[in-house]
């Protein structure tokens, strides 16, 4: 390899998310149908849907787990989250992820937001200052669409990953283009969770039409490509036929129009455009063309040159990998209820407050967020979460802890209940004792289970998530729950 | 070195109000009903007693903090009034520090109280309640049968027992309690009720159905002790003395250590061996007239006969089918009804489970009364959830046994 290609800037890895229910469309259609029997047609597939201890940022986490598979953590120079969904409009949402991978403080982060470009912008800008220490681009989105709605219809939950930086790119960055200009296909406010949507038709022909083929085009260009010579073009729109539309004005083959996973996922608003970036290098050859496009108040044009290191990367999940972790759902009244959306009679026991000191919070943010335990330097005991005393009844050691990392430990089932009695937004509340490979056990809420594949030493994989909302002063609690393993 | 608590403290008096729920009294009248029982048991006046103990575990819905509450319902002659908390097993300890103040030689005469009014909740079962600010982070609240279900897992992992016989057999345990609760005027529950009704009641926390829960209650018992020599000199002829008093806390190695399994509780088999050895009992199989255990939920009371090394680990279930703590067996268990049907103000159970032992030893227990003259009557209480708790275990018996 010459140092030209040592040097090369672009993406080491990618990951993906994508929540295990999966949504029948023809469910939604069943419920609503009677008032919206326009939305018939869209009435097919499914779509991937967080559950209600999921946000982007519990997703991002996943999708960044996946991409980090095999690479060292604490290179990590800077961590952005892109999303206009994000939990918190201030307290650094890309913080949060970041105490849960468990990076070294010395970190950058940011929350970039705002537009469904927002995932490609702030792709754009990692690439143009790679350093040589990798950054950590992560997208998600979790929409909360008004029921009986075209985008119910058409959302989906997910995340991405990809790590940016210079030396052996499994795909190398050949140019960006962006434009921008204010054009107001949907808008939502800040702090709303409901988009109000122009015309379709307009927004087709001088939203899609007008403004991307032009700087598309313009890009090629400047990239002295042409439309045949892309092998992947990644068009981020739900809307039938724009996709193909754009590659015919392009002359982009239309066996390069990358699949939109719109039958099997839905639309992930800003994390579409890297979601299926990340889908496409799953599959992507060494020499293919990959061009990313995103659309929102402008557009972003990218094009990348997949790279011999693709063979060498180690297989990860990806899209497709969690797109075959899959339970389907016809269960539409419980997605309107964890979407806050359906207000039903959650009893008294839900009034149980969830304030949580803040102070404590800082202190023990390594257990809480980032699942860290103890493990005794002179016994070698693990322990969760990490105390002055060691747990070892044989040799209760005081201050002989050195943190240990539980969040990536394989751990199985002890004991285990499904609890009917205690207050969950899914019932029952299923939870148990849990002991990790190596040593180290908790009491841990089991998640993405159902009860009856429970059972003692069934294999786990812990998972970030919302613990619990503290309703009165919206604040929202992490911590790490145990899925099954796979 | 210490010579254990045995015969050092006898039983003056002792008072129980009737369990359930009392929707018409506070809990300072609950207090009143279980002491006025106990002092005309003692026979002496308020001014006679030197210290005093409150076990109480709910301040929230009750009383409110400190011994303050105690001091007022009775009318306390200002003396020391202590409130301890200890989750389930409150209320053996407000007994433990009665017991120890007055086998120190510091008192004359110490009352324990236990009481809890948990019908002002709003719903059944016990109230949500926080464990704590960091535990509340990375903790599980839970509910109580949500925690002590998870036995029934891994017992049934353990022993390789379906299903299916352990939900029998744990169906007998409460099919045995609601038997015996009928016949007790104080009960909360006196209803019989069949295997069948059990087996079939719905699912609060898998395996446990409505019928493998307790009554939650309103409640109050009160003990009075003494010494020995101070009893006989009030006039007492027949003596029921402390044998044993033993309390064992989790520190964390059942939750975080390992070698626990999750199919018993490590705590109860650590006070029993204690408890046994001083009230001199080598084999509590043979020498124990009637046992008192804290069965919160079934589950928890069939592997607490294994933990009390009465039955055989992994043999418990086969114990319990074959009418072993029947009422007419060889060791009868809750023969008042136990929390499962003389039901569970959490502050005074454990003082009304050695209320129920003093009674049978005394020969006072009206038609349940065990027909066998009792030599040795044993109190289990349980507090917290499998993996952390606190277990107490007292055992009394006549003066010369």
């Not at chain 1, 970190?107 to 995932?119: E, I, K, Y």
């Not at chain 1, 990798?134 to 008004?146: G, I, K, Q, S, V």
């Not at chain 1, 068009?235 to 392009?250: C, D, F, S, T």
């Not at chain 2, 018993?264 to 050895?277: L, S, W």
Request: aromatic share 6%; net charge negative.
């Amino acid at each position: 390899m010459s140092d030209q290609a040592m040097n090369d800037t672009g993406i080491l890895a990618y990951g993906a998310y994508v929540p295990i229910t999966r949504l029948q469309r023809g469910a939604i259609h069943a419920a609503n149908g009677w008032f919206a029997g326009g939305l018939r047609g869209l009435a097919k597939g499914e779509k991937a849907i967080a559950n209600w201890d999921e946000d982007p940022i519990t997703m991002a986490v996943e999708a960044a787990r996946d991409c980090l598979d095999g690479f060292d953590r604490a290179a990590i120079e800077q961590v952005t989250l892109a999303s206009t969904t994000l939990p918190y409009a201030d307290r650094q949402n890309a913080g949060v992820v970041k105490e849960a991978l468990n990076l070294p403080d010395a970190v950058g982060a940011m929350d970039v937001a705002g537009s469904q470009r927002a995932g490609t912008a702030s792709l754009i800008a990692l690439l143009k200052g790679a350093g040589e220490r990798p950054a950590l681009h992560l997208a998600a989105e979790r929409t909360t669409p008004t029921p009986a709605s075209e985008r119910e219809m058409n959302a989906g939950d997910a995340a991405s990953a990809l790590l940016i930086g210079r030396g052996r790119p499994v795909a190398r960055l050949l140019g960006t283009h962006s434009v921008t200009m204010d054009f107001v296909d949907h808008f939502r406010e800040a702090g709303q969770s409901r988009d109000y949507d122009w015309e379709a038709r307009w927004v087709r022909d001088e939203g899609f039409a007008a403004i991307m083929i032009p700087a598309i085009a313009e890009a090629l260009k400047g990239f002295g490509r042409s439309g045949a010579d892309i092998t992947h073009f990644i068009a981020p729109i739900a809307v039938k036929g724009v996709p193909e539309m754009l590659a015919k004005k392009l002359g982009i083959a239309p066996e390069a129009i990358a699949d939109t996973l719109k039958d099997r996922l839905g639309h992930a608003g800003a994390a579409q455009p890297t979601l299926m970036l990340a889908d496409v290098l799953g599959r992507a050859k060494p020499g293919e063309l990959v061009l990313v496009t995103s659309f929102g108040q402008g557009c972003d044009v990218l094009l990348f040159e997949v790279t011999e290191a693709i063979a060498t990367l180690r297989p990860r999940l990806g899209v497709a990998g969690w797109l075959a972790r899959r339970v389907e759902s016809t269960n539409y009244m419980k997605y309107l209820f964890h979407r806050g959306l359906l207000c039903l009679d959650r009893g008294m026991r839900a009034e149980h407050d969830s304030k949580t000191a803040l102070t404590a919070l800082w202190r023990n943010r390594k257990a809480v967020l980032g699942l860290v335990g103890g493990r005794c330097t002179r016994t070698g005991t693990v322990q969760f979460p990490k105390t002055e005393v060691s747990v070892n009844p044989n040799d209760h050691a005081i201050r002989t802890q050195e943190d240990y990392p539980l969040a990536e430990v394989p751990a199985s089932v002890m004991t285990f209940t499904a609890d009917s009695l205690t207050y969950s937004p899914d019932p029952p509340n299923c939870y148990g004792n849990i002991e990790f490979v190596g040593g180290g056990r908790m009491m841990a809420e089991f998640t993405d289970f159902a009860p009856d594949e429970l059972e003692v030493g069934k294999e786990l994989r812990m998972m970030f998530r919302i613990k619990s909302l503290d309703e009165n002063r919206h604040f929202r609690r992490y911590f790490w729950k145990a899925a099954p393993a796979f | 070195m210490a010579t254990g608590i045995r015969d050092k403290v006898a039983i003056l008096g002792m008072g129980c109000a009737r369990f359930g729920e009392r929707w018409d009294k506070d809990e300072d009248q609950l207090m009143l009903e279980a002491y006025e029982e106990a002092m005309a048991d003692a026979g002496i006046e308020t001014s006679q007693i030197d210290a005093a103990w409150l076990g109480a575990a709910f301040d929230a819905q009750n009383i409110g903090p400190s011994g303050i509450p105690l001091a007022m319902a009775l009318r306390l002659n200002d003396i020391g009034v202590t409130k301890v908390e200890n989750y389930c097993a409150s209320g053996t300890e407000s007994f433990r520090g009665a017991v120890y103040a007055v086998a120190s030689g510091a008192c004359d005469i110490a009352l324990a109280m236990g009481a809890e009014k948990l019908k002002d909740t709003g719903y059944g079962g016990l109230p949500v309640r926080t464990r704590g600010t960091t535990h509340d982070m990375i903790g599980i609240t839970g509910s109580a049968p949500g925690n002590f279900a998870q036995i029934a897992s891994a017992y049934r992992a353990q022993h390789g027992v379906s299903r299916e016989d352990l939900k029998r057999a744990i169906a007998h345990v409460s099919v045995k309690s609601h038997a015996n609760g009928s016949k007790n005027p104080k009960a909360h529950l006196r209803n019989e009720v069949t295997i069948e009704q059990v087996m079939a009641a719905p699912m609060i926390a898998e395996p446990l159905g409505l019928f493998d829960c307790c009554g939650v209650s309103d409640g109050a018992a009160c003990a009075i002790v003494t010494t020995p020599e101070i009893a006989r000199a009030l006039g007492k002829t027949d003596i029921v003395t402390i044998k044993a008093l033993q309390v064992a806390t989790s520190n964390g190695w059942e939750l975080q250590g390992s070698g626990w399994n999750g199919s018993y509780f490590h705590t109860t088999r650590v006070a029993a061996a204690k408890a046994y050895k001083d009230a001199g009992i080598t084999d509590p199989r043979a020498q124990l007239s009637l046992i008192e255990v804290h069965d919160c939920f079934s589950i928890t009371e069939l592997v607490t006969m294994e933990d009390l090394h009465i039955s055989r680990e992994g043999d418990g279930w086969r114990d319990v089918l074959g009418g072993f703590f029947d009422a007419d067996g060889q060791i009868p268990c809750q023969i008042d009804g136990g929390l499962k049907c003389f039901g569970h103000p959490i502050g005074a159970s454990g003082l009304r489970m050695i209320y129920e032992n003093y009674l049978q030893l005394l020969g006072r227990a009206g038609p349940r009364q065990r027909k066998d003259n009792p030599v040795f009557a044993l109190s289990h209480n349980l507090g917290g959830m499998p993996n952390q708790n606190v277990s107490a275990i007292a055992i009394v018996g006549l003066a010369d046994a």
